[in-house]
């Protein structure tokens, strides 16, 4: 049974830092495209960031673009998501998610998701 375990999240001081990890209990990991999202209060799911099984593709949203990295270790499972320069806007629920077809905006649907973990974000 596939799984997806995000760790890392946490309270942060605005401009800070986290390193959100999403384990994947994929036997096939690397042909599976991988996405972070996020859902604030009150706000629609948001996908902020992807990457391709080979890892050579990414994509990020306008909200996080300059201030996220998104990057994969097939070795390990594991995808990860950088974020630095912290504002209170970006706290919400991160969710990790992975499909076997390219994350875009017009389909955003997953195969499989991880039960999110929060990022809080004080001013």
């Known amino acids: 049974q596939v799984q997806l375990v995000e760790s890392g999240g946490g309270l942060v001081q605005a401009g800070g830092s986290l390193r959100l990890s999403c384990a994947a209990q994929?036997?096939?990991?690397?042909?599976?495209?991988m996405a972070w999202f996020r859902q604030a209060p009150g706000k629609e799911r948001e996908l902020i960031s992807a990457?391709?099984?080979?890892?050579?593709?990414?994509y990020y949203a306008d909200s996080v673009k300059g201030r996220a990295t998104i990057s994969r270790d097939n070795a390990k499972n594991t995808v990860f998501l950088q974020m630095n320069s912290l504002k209170p806007e970006d706290t919400a629920v991160y969710y990790c998610?992975?499909?076997?077809?390219?994350?875009?905006?017009?389909?955003?649907?997953?195969?499989?998701w991880g039960q999110g973990t929060q990022v809080t974000v004080s001013s």
């Open positions: 998610a992975a499909r076997r077809v390219p994350f875009n905006l017009q389909n955003q649907k997953a195969d499989y």
């Open positions: 994929i036997l096939t990991f690397s042909t599976y495209h």
């Open positions: 990457i391709s099984g080979s890892g050579v593709t990414t």
